[in-house]
């Protein structure tokens, strides 16, 4: 099958799923969690009022034909101001480009953030591999930084964007939704509460990939289309001739430009756990998955995870899976409906029971249980909280500390796909202690002329 015929299968199949995708299905917790992948308006994001002029932020969009526009506009129908946009790719910009006559137009992000003096934020929505470079120099100029997940592509780009983020005292945001969501904070007073005892495994799955993988890179290059600037979608990825199969959407499935299934959905669905259940830095990570390749990811994988214990808890273990893989249906469920879709529930299993994102199973169990007072502050919208921190407010909940973290985790779990090798992970330092070839992914040397 052409790399041609396989995009377009992943296509239909990603037109198919979206009318089916959700966290939960029937539960009750499904809404909310279906807010890392779906747009809402902007009134439930904290954009019901309006915003005043002096509240009001110069934006620019670096990335905007695809996840860049929708961000793009809650951020305008909040009453930010859309005031420069940067694409590559002039063609599958234009519609945006339209949509803001009054915004300047770039390709180039460097010589908008150079030019533009009047930016005070940018939202960054391109490809993995370029998010590190745009965001950090953004940082450097005193910018509020929204980027879209995963944040980068590496794991030492994650930890110096957290590191400049935090010297530069810029307000930040990763792209995961789904963070705010109130499900997120009832899964947390439930477990402070006992309502399962001490968690000792969690489950997390998704129906990713919806594009190729497992595929060699293409033979015959292509010819560069005029509204596409090659060189600078590029970027500091390996330099390879074009094709149109490393380009829109499909990107995700190249080891030089995406991070795969887990990089697409894990900080979505990783966020949560470590806000209910306070993780770090695992201790080991180790993978199984369909065959590899040196140039994309696989098919399917299994990643697990130990955390170790702290505060007199024990170590928990987290398990993910993707490309149609799932855990065991739940014992406790019964003859009840199958609620394990395509991207979740996550299943917490603690030594006195379990749970499908905030609600206990069996059902009987759940009706039974009296939920604990909402202790834990609720948020005004994943992009309320992002416009509040820009103005001085506490920082967002998925500022580039906690989403650094998280990222640094998932992208962890693609090295240990990629060597198919248990990894010993120490942490703060950045290194695998084990296998010392591997930490070669740990971060890769940048094209020439490209610098962090």
Request: proline share 8%; aromatic share 8%; charged share 25%.
């Amino acid at each position: 099958m052409s790399h041609d015929q396989l995009r377009r299968r992943a296509m239909k199949k990603n037109e198919v799923d979206k009318s089916r995708r959700s966290f939960l299905g029937a539960t009750a917790a499904g809404a909310a969690a279906a807010a890392s992948f779906t747009i809402i308006p902007s009134s439930a994001l904290g954009g019901a009022g309006k915003t005043a002029p002096s509240d009001k932020l110069n934006i620019a969009g670096i990335g905007i034909g695809g996840r860049g526009k929708d961000n793009l506009r809650v951020m305008s129908e909040n009453g930010h101001n859309i005031v420069a946009l940067c694409d590559v790719d002039d063609k599958y910009a234009a519609p945006v480009y339209e949509k803001y006559p009054n915004a300047k137009r770039y390709r180039d992000f460097r010589i908008m953030l150079e030019k533009e003096k009047s930016i005070d934020a940018v939202m960054i929505a391109t490809p993995d591999h370029l998010h590190a470079p745009i965001a950090m120099m953004a940082i450097k100029m005193g910018k509020h930084v929204y980027c879209e997940k995963p944040l980068t592509y590496s794991i030492y780009e994650s930890r110096k964007l957290a590191e400049a983020a935090r010297e530069a005292g810029v307000a930040t945001q990763m792209g995961n939704v789904g963070q705010a969501g109130d499900f997120v904070r009832d899964i947390h007073e439930m477990i402070n509460d006992g309502a399962i005892g001490d968690v000792r495994e969690v489950h997390e799955w998704t129906d990713r990939p919806i594009w190729p993988q497992g595929m060699p890179h293409p033979k015959e290059p292509q010819p560069v289309p005029d509204h596409f600037d090659w060189d600078l979608w590029q970027g500091p990825a390996p330099e390879r001739p074009y094709h149109r199969s490393y380009t829109h959407f499909v990107w995700r499935g190249w080891l030089d430009y995406g991070a795969g299934a887990l990089g697409d959905i894990g900080c979505h669905r990783f966020a949560p756990i470590f806000m209910a259940l306070g993780l770090g830095h695992p201790t080991s990570v180790e993978a199984s998955s369909s065959p590899t390749n040196d140039a994309s990811y696989p098919l399917a994988s299994i990643v697990r995870y130990k955390f170790p214990g702290k505060n007199g808890k024990p170590g928990i273990t987290l398990h993910w899976y993707d490309g149609g893989l799932k855990p065991e249906r739940p014992e406790e469920m019964g003859d009840a409906p199958n609620p394990l879709g395509g991207n979740g529930p996550t299943i917490y299993v603690g030594d006195k029971g379990k749970m499908l994102n905030n609600k206990l199973i069996p059902e009987s169990r759940d009706l039974e249980y009296q939920r604990p007072p909402k202790t834990m502050p609720r948020s005004p919208g994943h992009y309320q909280e992002w416009f509040d921190a820009c103005r001085g407010g506490k920082p967002a909940g998925a500022n580039f500390d906690m989403s650094s973290l998280v990222t640094e985790v998932v992208l962890l779990g693609n090295i240990a796909i990629r060597t198919g090798k248990k990894l010993y992970w120490d942490g703060p330092n950045l290194t695998i202690t084990n296998i010392p070839e591997a930490n070669q992914y740990i971060h890769r040397e940048y094209r020439e002329g490209w610098t962090l």
